[in-house]
Nanobody, 124 residues
Framework: QVQLVESGGGLVQTGGSLRLSCAASESTFSNYTMAWFRQAPGKERNFVAA????????VFGGSVKGRFTIARDNDKNTIYLQMNSLQPEDTADYYCAATTHYQFSMVARAYDIWGQGTQVTVSS
């Protein structure tokens, strides 16, 4: 089973940018639909973005549309989340997730493989 490792989190000021990476352990990475979710302290885990196996199809959560982009490099077994115009409400732990069962899903339970998360803090 593929394992996922996120990186790139940190502290940034309002209006700044960060790029998160999620590296997968297997060469079968291209078989997986990939997604990013986030969870703020005391809140539910929410959908951020997903990308299909080819990297062409992408979908975003409403609160990040126009500010975040998602991409994948199947040769490097890695997906990326470019986050621009960051706001304090973007502060959360960000998780990478994978599934072979769906082309797209915004529901966390559709994903059966998860990374351990990377923390993003946006200061006001």
């Amino acid at each position: 089973q593929v394992q996922l490792v996120e990186s790139g989190g940190g502290l940034v000021q309002t209006g700044g940018s960060l790029r998160l990476s999620c590296a997968a352990s297997e060469s079968t990475f291209s078989n997986y639909t990939m997604a990013w979710f986030r969870q703020a302290p005391g809140k539910e885990r929410n959908f951020v973005a997903a990308i299909d196996r080819s990297g062409v199809g992408r979908v975003f959560g409403g609160s990040v549309k126009g500010r975040f982009t998602i991409a994948r490099d199947n040769d490097k077994n890695t997906i990326y989340l470019q986050m621009n115009s960051l706001q304090p409400e973007d502060t959360a732990d960000y998780y990478c997730a994978a599934t072979t069962h769906y082309q797209f899903s915004m529901v966390a339970r559709a994903y059966d493989i998860w990374g351990q998360g990377t923390q993003v803090t946006v200061s006001s």
